[in-house]
């Protein structure tokens, strides 16, 4: 199901991601996900924390821009071709992805959990229920208030 | 040929002035509603008006008027007589109109031709005009009083250093007009292309920017010719209102046409001789745009001495700064407010703090618009950000004509004195 991120706009220059880790330390967040994408001149940081809103404020507060919303969290085998089952659903309903990023925990390496944004969120949840994809419950690892 | 106006003694001339004046205040205060309401609201008698002395009677005219009768309020004659158009930046995103009659035209001309003789260009030159064509009055008013010359006119306009180069070696260019800037990045190219010796050029005329004298003797020497400095804008006419002589020392005012008084910005009396203020100036002849004590915001200071090429038009220095925020960019002339405009259009209703830094980088101008992130235009994906940077990108090039990297920051980190934003940080240094 939805599941909810944390971006937060960093600037390219040296310091600046240790700079929001100390605040989210600070606050006692813990990072459950997290990807950079970078551009020429700056990066967002997208981030799966346990408490997205605790983040969010403390994070407001020191001057960043953040953006708390949903994106869809899927769970795969974690075997050769894990992925695919997704991706060619996506392309067969004619959905782009926007970005997304996955990890394996350490204490479930049968499964990964793959965080997605899409071009068309619910009609992607819609067809990922209809074939059997496993989605991640947002509230069995975030607190949301 | 020493008969014409350029030479005449300054008693005549104030004679032709004076003349011109009185016919022109009456000409406007019956033909430009504007000018007659703001002398009737200031009850100022048209009839009083009797010569140059009285000049100061006379109210401003400014930037906001063209603004404020935009396109057309401010024209002086029947549309029928005008026959060219051109346009230039206005403080905001619209621009500000000028037209010509026939007439005006053969002044423009008249001017520019004292302007290229008194720099040795005669009708034997191959004069290659790197000047912008369009809207711009440095490309067509420069085309035209060349052609009038009898030159060999080349109309290669702006950019495409490449073919500029090819042009001056293949046509055998002897003459150029160009922004000094752009020389001075030719004449980098001519050296680094090693082409000197297939180049005949030996004059220039530069104008459109600021300049200094490093920058002049820099492309002297380099390139073996001779560059003159013009000066003009828009609303009083184009390049040409005041042009440099052989002795190179200050820009010979065409005052059988125009009148420039130099005042105190605040106080807007006249400055002590040889002093820096603002150059405000009449136009004595024209028919479809006249303008009466237009304040121009440019900074120079008036030589009053007879230049010893014997001219007696008094000499303008080179202009050393604005009154204004204006900025000149690759020959362009803009306004911060132009620009804040295009941002508070492009980014979701929300003006963001933004600083215009503007650079010389290899002899051209830079333009750099950081821009602190809001919460309005930041997004979770990467697309939808530069969407908004590509769409502030292409409102500034249609608005202005020209190129600008647009940076985002982070929120507060544009530098702030007193609590509010520096807009510009100008870094280029005039040589």
């Known amino acids: 199901m939805f599941i909810k991120q944390v971006t937060v706009f960093i600037e390219n220059e040296s310091g600046k991601l240790s700079e929001v880790l100390d605040i989210l330390n600070e606050f006692k967040i813990d990072i459950r996900a997290l990807s950079i994408a970078d551009t020429k001149d700056y990066g967002l940081l997208r981030m799966i924390v346990d408490k997205p809103f605790v983040a969010e404020k403390a994070l407001k507060e020191k001057g960043y821009i953040v953006k708390v919303h949903d994106v869809i969290a899927i769970r795969i085998n974690n075997e050769p071709g894990g992925l695919l089952k997704a991706l060619h659903l996506l392309k067969e309903y004619k959905i782009d992805v926007m970005y997304l990023y996955a990890f394996v925990s350490e204490g479930n390496k049968e499964k990964a959990s793959v965080m997605l944004k899409v071009s068309d969120r619910v009609k992607a949840l819609e067809i990922f229920k209809e074939n059997g994809i496993s989605f991640i419950n947002g509230e069995e690892i975030q607190e949301l208030n | ?431």
């Not at chain 2, 005219?61 to 063209?66: A, M, N, Q, V, Y």
């Open chain 2, 1 to 431: 040929m020493k008969n014409n106006n350029e030479y005449l003694e300054r008693e005549s001339l104030k004679k032709i002035q004076s003349e011109k004046l009185v016919k022109l205040v009456d000409r406007m205060y019956k033909n430009v509603k504007v000018f007659k309401d703001r002398c009737d609201s200031l009850n100022i008698k048209i009839e009083d008006i009797k010569s140059i002395d009285d000049l100061s009677k006379l109210p401003f005219s400014s930037k906001i008027d063209l603004r404020d009768n935009y396109p057309y309020g401010l024209f002086a004659c029947p549309m029928d007589k005008v026959v060219r158009i051109h346009a230039s930046s206005g403080t905001t995103g619209k621009q500000i109109v000028v037209g010509y009659t026939k007439k005006d035209i053969d002044i423009w001309n008249e001017c520019l031709i004292r302007a290229f003789k008194a720099a040795k260009i005669s009708k034997k030159d191959y004069l290659q005009n790197a000047f912008g064509y369009g809207l711009f009055t440095g490309g067509l008013g420069i085309h035209e009083a060349a052609t009038a010359l009898g030159a060999k006119v080349i109309p290669s306009s702006t950019g495409n250093t490449e073919r500029q180069l090819t042009t001056m070696m293949d046509f055998g260019t002897t003459a150029i007009t160009a922004t000094p800037s752009y020389l001075e990045y030719l004449t980098e190219e001519i050296e680094a292309k090693n082409i000197k010796d297939k180049i005949k050029l030996k004059t220039a005329i530069c104008g459109a920017e600021p300049w200094g004298e490093t920058l002049r003797k820099s492309i002297e020497s380099r390139l073996n010719i001779k560059a003159y400095d013009i000066y003009g804008l828009s609303e009083i006419m184009g390049p040409g209102v005041a042009y440099e002589c052989e002795c190179q020392c200050g820009m010979h005012f065409n005052e059988d046409h125009f009148i420039p008084e130099i005042l105190v910005p605040d106080t807007n009396i006249p400055v002590k001789d040889g002093e820096v203020g603002e150059l405000v100036i009449t136009t004595l002849d024209k028919e479809a745009f006249p303008l009466i004590r237009f304040r121009t915001h440019d900074l120079a200071s008036i030589y009053k001495e007879k230049c010893s090429c014997g001219r007696t038009f008094k000499r303008i220095t080179k202009i050393k700064g604005r009154t204004d925020d204006m900025l000149i960019i690759r020959g362009v002339n803009v306004f911060p407010s132009q620009i804040e405009e295009i941002l508070l259009k492009t980014s979701n209703g929300v003006t963001p703090n933004y600083q215009i830094i503007v650079d010389r980088v290899n002899s051209t101008d830079t333009l750099e618009i950081k821009v602190e992130l809001t919460e309005e235009l930041f997004s979770d994906d990467v697309k939808t950000i530069e969407t908004i940077t590509q769409n502030i990108k292409d409102a500034i090039r249609s608005t202005l004509g020209l190129g600008a990297k647009i940076t985002l920051v982070a929120p507060k980190t544009i530098d702030r004195s007193e609590g509010k934003a520096k807009r510009v940080i100008d870094k280029r240094i005039i040589l």
